[in-house]
């Protein structure tokens, strides 16, 4: 079956079991969040239910400002919701301490932030460095694991400049290094691709493609990039605080 017939779009999915967690590498149920804004409180996420299956490619889209950032957020532990569960790899992590998300975070996520989150006084190779010490690598080992990540991304030359010194598209390899780092089993991405021109950018969609496939990692992106629905097993549609029902034509409308 190719890729493309497999494809599964939000709501003609069936045969979702909520009750088997452990199965799923992402699940979210009843998820809420609302921000205050003034005197006013804004309902970002209503009741988000959502599964994400084992070496999946799951894209999520929706306009800007309806809360993809913010969803990713709380799947990734980094933001609490107001209600509802979140469960990755089997374990609830909303109702895990602090340090334990921390650590939790540590093995097995990958982040790739919107704004890349780059530590300004380090070299690409350092901010590399740095993720792969908090995982265990030390010294050479890092060292020697941070130019192989680097030279996946295709910034082999680029290692040893610092953040101010590079394009936009090489910060946001970096950073797509960076969450590699470690062997995650879950990438969560923030529009991972939309700084990078054509073929820096199929070269990281078939990277993520390959850890998925190959290696069982899930990955749930946000993007606007029609090159990745191309690779993506599922494609759900976020708008007025709720994953919505959506034809293939929708979405490629919107990207
Ligand atoms: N910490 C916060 N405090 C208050 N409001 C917030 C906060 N974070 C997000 N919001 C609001 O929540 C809404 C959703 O924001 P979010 O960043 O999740 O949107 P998005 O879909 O990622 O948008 P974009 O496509 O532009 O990145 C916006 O109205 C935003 O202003
Ligand atoms: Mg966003």
Redesign the pocket.
Known sequence: MSTKSKKRIWGDFTGNDLTNIETKTIVAQGVE?A???GHQS?Q?LKNINLEIQRGDIEILM????????????ILAGL?TPDQGKVYLLGEEITKMSRNQLAQFRRENIGFIF?NFNLFPALTAAENVEVVLNLKGFRGEKAKQQSQILLEQVGLFLQAHQKPSDLSGGQKQRVAIARALAGHPRIIMA??PTAALDSQSGHKVIELLRRLAKEEGCTVLM?T?DPRILDVADRVTY?EDGILKETENQDIHKTS
């Open positions: 969040i921000f205050q804004s804004i970002v929706g306009p800007s400002g309806s809360g993809k950032t913010t969803l990713l957020s933001l919107q923030d529009e946000v606007h976020l």
